[in-house]
Structures are given as structure tokens and as C-alpha cells.
């Protein structure tokens, strides 16, 4: 077990802490045949064998994105990144985080694992807004009982946009 500093805890007990969840916060989310969300490396392989074909394998996921998109269109691309990750719920570990208040919250993923989790959850200390876009309008939305979720690379419900955020 690792030990957390006692300022950590006492931040995250005041609701002073920000969570950042990086890649594999959506890590233990499956989908309704029980199949496990993929992480970048199966993205990029999904990807690959539909728009690219043999001579990119171990390519990343950014590296397949962009081929892809200049093989297609972006929309086609992203369209298809949401078909494959919209079917994914949150695991019984993340629901937990809505029974926490948090300063803020920062993510790189662009599922929708953290606004279902808040959704499932019977009694969330906070409402979730997430900030998906410079000038979404999120900040506006805030209130007294919700939580700002920066979502540093977009979302896959802005699917249809072709400039990212």
C-alpha cells in the first residue's frame, strides 16, 4: 500500500484537491458484450486496420489518427473513434469519484467514462461540468455544488468539429 502524504488527504477531505486523470483512467470500463474499453496502443490498431492496412503496425495513436484522417476525412476518422468508445460505462471503481468533492478536475481522455460515472451516481457531492472547448460556456454553468472537468483533449461528443481544442 502506498502511503499518502497527510497534506494530500487533508486537501482531498477539505475538497481543495484537483483530480488529473491521465491515460488509463478509463482503465476497468466495459462495454455490454463485457468487452474492455481499449487504451491507445488497441485504438491505434483498430484504426490502423480500418483506414491504413499492413505497413503501419506499432504505429501510435497520434501517428495512425493523422494518416488516417489524410487517407479519409477527420470526421469520418473521429466519427468512427466515437462509434468505437460511446458504448463504454464506468466500473464500479469509478464511481466512486462523485462521492468526493474536488476542487477541479483535468483529463486527457476525450470517453465519456467520468460524466456517466457522475450520472450513475445516487448521491454525487457535485454536479459535473465538463469544459470540452475554449468557450463552451462551461465556466457560465458553474454553481455553487459543481465541478469544473477540463477535458485537455476535447471530447468524443464534438465528434463532427475538425479543428481540435
Not at 20 to 46: H, M, T, V, Y
Not at 93 to 114: R, S, V
Request: aromatic content about 8%; charged content about 20%; overall charge neutral.
Amino acid at each position: 500500500m502506498i502511503a499518502l502524504p497527510q497534506e494530500l488527504i487533508t486537501a482531498a477531505q477539505e475538497g481543495r484537491a484537483v483530480l488529473f486523470l491521465g491515460a488509463g483512467a478509463s482503465r476497468g470500463a466495459i462495454d455490454n458484450k463485457r468487452q474492455p474499453i481499449p487504451d491507445g496502443r488497441a485504438l491505434a490498431e483498430i484504426l490502423r486496420k480500418e483506414f491504413l492496412g499492413d505497413g503501419y503496425e506499432g504505429f501510435d495513436l497520434r501517428g495512425v489518427y493523422d494518416l488516417a484522417c489524410s487517407q479519409r476525412d477527420v470526421r469520418t476518422v473521429q466519427r468512427r473513434v466515437f462509434d468505437i468508445l460511446n458504448p463504454f460505462q464506468p466500473a464500479a471503481f469509478h464511481l466512486l469519484i462523485p462521492t468526493f468533492a474536488w476542487a477541479g478536475i483535468a483529463g486527457t481522455n476525450y470517453d465519456l467514462i467520468l460524466e456517466r460515472a457522475y450520472q450513475r451516481a445516487p448521491n454525487p457531492l457535485q454536479t459535473l461540468v465538463p469544459n470540452v472547448k475554449d468557450g463552451d460556456g462551461a465556466t457560465d454553468r458553474l454553481g455553487a455544488r459543481s465541478v469544473l472537468y477540463v477535458k485537455l483533449h476535447g471530447c468524443i461528443t464534438r465528434h463532427q468539429e475538425v479543428t481540435p481544442p
